[in-house]
T-cell receptor, first 116, second 114 residues
């Protein structure tokens, strides 16, 4: 099946620094990728939709200046958490839809961000 | 507004018995439903799905039932195995969340005891 690779798997950083998370579709092209965030014991919450060659679409309440998304190619989307603070500590997961407009999503392995 | 709800945060069953995980939704525009399985520190993996034109879909030990009038779906795992222990998320799409934009429930932690 389709594989989505996410890197890094874990990041520990100081407050105020920026962190970049990469999401790659390894054996298929993804014009759209989705970024989710999950706090402990809560659901996966969609943060934004990354669109190749155009601006990302952010969900209500998500700061676009804080969570910068770049979808530079058909296989790579990046999420940069700028000036991270402890409240940004969370599990970030990217996903891409299966080919042919399928409703099924393939997920990356996630990135656990801890901001000290 | 939680449009997809999994009211049981946890479920514990014995190996070999049936596991039944439940999910309720409020948005009548949802027309496609999926179940994902998630291990700690990993991304969710797709398990099984069902379209609103069906009321049952079966894949090996996994069966999903959909009751549209009650806006309820359930995932049955039989027989349950210790390796099934994970968090199970119910997800839905359709209407305003069309395409691959999925709305997830809160998840149910399934523990299968040997």
């Amino acid at each position: 099946g389709a594989v989505v690779s996410q890197h890094p798997s874990r990041v520990i950083c100081k407050s105020g620094t920026s962190v970049k998370i990469e999401c790659r579709s390894l054996d298929f092209q993804a014009t759209t990728m989705f970024w989710y965030r999950q706090f402990p014991k809560q659901s996966l919450m969609l943060m934004a939709t990354s669109n190749e060659g155009s601006k990302a679409t952010y969900e209500q309440g998500v700061e676009k200046d804080k969570f910068l998304i770049n979808h530079a190619s058909l296989t790579l989307s990046t999420l940069t958490v700028t000036s991270a603070h402890p409240e940004d500590s969370s599990f970030y997961i990217c996903s891409a839809p299966a080919a042919g407009g399928s409703e099924k999503l393939f997920f990356g392995s996630g990135t656990q961000l801890s901001v000290l | 507004d939680q449009q997809v709800k999994q009211n049981s945060p946890s479920l514990s069953v014995q190996e070999g018995r049936i596991s039944i995980l439940n999910c309720d939704y409020t948005n009548s525009m949802f027309d496609y439903f999926l179940w994902y399985k998630k291990y700690p520190a990993e991304g969710p993996t797709f398990l099984i799905s069902i379209s609103s034109i069906k009321d049952k879909n079966e894949d090996g030990r996994f069966t999903v039932f959909l009751n549209k009038s009650a806006k309820h779906l359930s995932l049955h795992i039989v027989p349950s195995q210790p390796g099934d222990s994970a968090v199970y998320f119910c997800a839905a799409s359709g209407g305003e969340t069309s395409g691959s934009r999925l709305t997830f429930g809160e998840g149910t932690q399934l523990t299968v005891n040997p």
